[in-house]
Each structure stands twice: as C-alpha cells, then as structure tokens.
C-alpha cells in the first residue's frame, strides 16, 4: 500500500519586520523614496515627516530610543514595514496582489492591459490641467459620479506665486483645478490622509509619484489594517525623478534671475521649460538641476507608476495628449466609462510609437538605479553586467 495523502500546505510565515528593520534596509540605506506609506500607516503616530527641502524622511519620535528602534516594535508592531513599498519583496507581492502574477523579462514599464493617448474634452478642465488634463478629468468625473467623495493630490504652499508643492485633499472639481498642473518638486500625497479621514471622506483616489502608487497594493497584499482601504483609485505619474525646493532659489534665481513669484507653469520635455508671468519663457539643461536631485529618487527603480490603476504622463511628441497605462480592471472601467460620456477623448497609444519607446527605454534607465544588493525582482529583464 502507498499512501497517496498529500502534505497540508506549509503555513505562511509569521510577519514580524518592524521599525528596526525599515531603518537598516530602507531608510538608512537610501531606498527609501519618502512617500509616507510608514507614516499614515502607523498605528500609534510615532513616525515623524518634515516637508521640506533635505528632508522628505520619515524618523522616529521617541527620541529617547534612538533614530532605530520602535517601543510598539518590540512589542510585535509591524505596520510600518507592511506598508513600506520598497521594504523587501515589495514589486512582486503588488504585481501578485493586481495582477495575480509576477511581471516579465519583457515587461520594463509594468503590467498593463492598453495604452492609449487621452485628453480632457473640456475646455476648461483641457486648458487648465498639463499634458491634455487627463488626471483633473478623471478626478473630477469620479467625484461626480460618486465612485470617490475625495483625492489625495498636491497644491501649491502660498496660493499663487508659490511653487512649493503641498498635499492636500480635493473634494470638487475647484479644488482639483486648483491642484492641477506639474512641480517636479516632491509631495508626498499619502500625508494629506489623516485630513481626508478627519473630514469623514471613506472612498479616496490618490495621485501620486511611483513611489506613492506602490503603496496601496504593498499594503492590501501584506493586510496592513484599515489604512489601506479607503484608496479606491490609484492614478500614477510617470518620473524619473523630482527635485528639491532649493532649486527654485539657488538654480532658476540666482543664475537666471527667474523668481519663483513670477513663474506660473513648468514643464520637462527633454529641457526643463518655464513660463513666466510676463510671457517670457526659457529652457533650462536638466544636466545644470542634477545637484538637486531630491535623495529619495536615486535608487528608485520604478519611472513607469508600474502598480497604479491608471499611470499617465506627458512624453513623446503629442504634446496636447497625455499617454495612459491603463494596468488594472478598475482602471479600463474608469476611462471606457469616461469615454462613453464623452468626457475624455481617447486615440491609440500607437499613433505616438515614439512615447512607448520613450517610457520602455526610461523605465529600463530607472530599474538600473535599484542597487544589486536589494531585493532582485526591480532588475528583472536588465542585461546582467560583465564581470
């Protein structure tokens, strides 16, 4: 007789990586991108973060324990690495949690269903968002439709004149107007939870960098708790990197004599292009903004928003189009919907071969940033380099 029984399934180890282990791997060892995942996510309010420029870091704020170690993480909290999206096998265990697979050799951009080029059908919304006012249309048809009651986004600190990037929570399409528009100085959207959930708001989109868009799927995957929940709609921005506020004061004014007061739109394309209050518009080498690379982007890996529903960006050369990724089934039901309602105008990614070619090729440039040393799976489909 043979006993054909099969062995029950090995139990899924315990979690037990806490603040210690995010300080070493991550945040000491300059993976961490400072999008705040650890901060809203920590239960007991422990973990500080100061927006502002050479900072964009979480910390610790029991100060009497040192800048490692976490009281509440030895008593068996771990809810700030659960939630960090570079913190161990951070791409895989989101791209199993979307997708229910892993992405491919071939796959530099992420997982994705269809890309298309899309703009805004509204004038106003078209006139006053960037790139085609993909993303001011999106929010502002979901706010409408009930699908969110409120967006996690970035404003600017000041009002008019200001240019340094705030999070801040939009409930009408005002206030998504109002945050319309590119800085390419860092916000860390996640922060502006706390207010959102103060204000009673329960279905939220969030808009975000890369890094930021990582988060939610990071945190259902690894059951985080209710913090994760209320994110209903991921929409991500295509960056190879964002730059510290210092650049506005010791770059554009003290070399071009271009006030920050006086700027009123920015843009990259291939160049960094500002346009000012009085007409005038100059080009800056983005090789001359290097130095003020903000820290958090030199080893991020992911330029493509790879884990958002909906991952948008103004490359290529239809420049009053935005190119959409459309990844998850939640996202294909958001823009075939909008299309339906003639909100959005859609053609195929295709008509730009250029901007796919464009977001492989820069998708590629960021994943040879992770270092080797780090988990692997963010270097999938890189040639490996000679000894």
């Known amino acids: 007789m043979t006993d054909t029984a099969t062995s029950p399934p090995a139990k899924k180890a315990r979690w037990t990586h806490q603040w210690k282990e995010l300080y070493s791997e991550v945040i000491d060892s300059g993976l961490c991108t400072g999008c705040a995942g650890c901060v809203i996510s920590c239960p007991h309010d422990v973990i500080g973060y100061k927006h502002e420029p050479g900072a964009y870091k979480p910390f610790h704020l029991e100060e009497e324990l040192g800048l490692d170690n976490c009281i509440h993480g030895e008593k068996g909290c771990t809810s700030c690495t659960r939630a960090c999206p570079r913190f161990r096998a951070w791409e895989t265990e989101a ?19 269809e890309i298309l080029l899309v703009r805004a059908a509204d004038d106003d919304v078209y006139d006053n968002g960037q790139d085609g006012g993909l993303v001011s249309a999106i929010l502002i048809w979901c706010l409408e439709n009930g699908i969110i009651d409120g967006a996690l986004v970035s404003g600017l600190e ?99 004599g271009l006030a920050k007061e006086d700027i009123v739109k920015m843009n990259i394309k291939g160049v960094f292009q500002v346009w000012m209050r009085n007409g005038d518009y100059h080009e800056i080498n983005l090789k001359e903004c290097h130095a003020w690379t903000r820290e958090g982007c030199n080893h991020c890996p992911d330029f493509a928003a790879e884990h958002a529903d909906i991952s948008t960006g103004g490359i290529g050369d239809a420049t009053d189009w935005t190119l959409t990724v459309v990844r998850t089934d939640i996202g294909k039901a958001v823009i075939d ?33 992770w270092p080797a040393w780090a988990n692997g799976e963010a270097r999938v489909g890189l040639p490996e380099k000679k000894k």
């Open 95 to 113: 791209d199993e949690h979307l997708f229910g697979r892993t992405r491919e050799a071939d796959e530099m951009a992420g997982i994705y269903s």
């Open 158 to 256: 000041g009002g008019e004149g200001g240019w340094k990037a705030k999070p801040m929570v939009a409930t009408n399409a005002e206030e998504v107007l109002a945050g319309a528009g590119s800085r390419y100085t860092y916000s860390a959207n996640t922060i502006a939870y706390d207010e959102a959930r103060e204000r009673g708001l329960t279905d939220l989109a969030l808009v975000g960098m890369s890094c930021q868009t990582s988060i939610a799927p990071v945190m259902w995957h690894r059951k985080v708790g209710k913090v994760s929940k209320p994110i209903k709609l991921n929409i991500g921005l295509l960056c190879s990197k964002s730059f510290d506020d210092s650049l506005f004061d010791e770059l554009f004014f003290l070399k071009y």
């Open 337 to 369: 919907a909008m299309r339906n309602d003639g909100v959005i105008e859609t053609r195929p990614g295709t008509d730009d071969p250029g901007a796919i070619a464009l977001m492989n090729r820069l998708s590629a440039k960021s994943r040879e940033r």
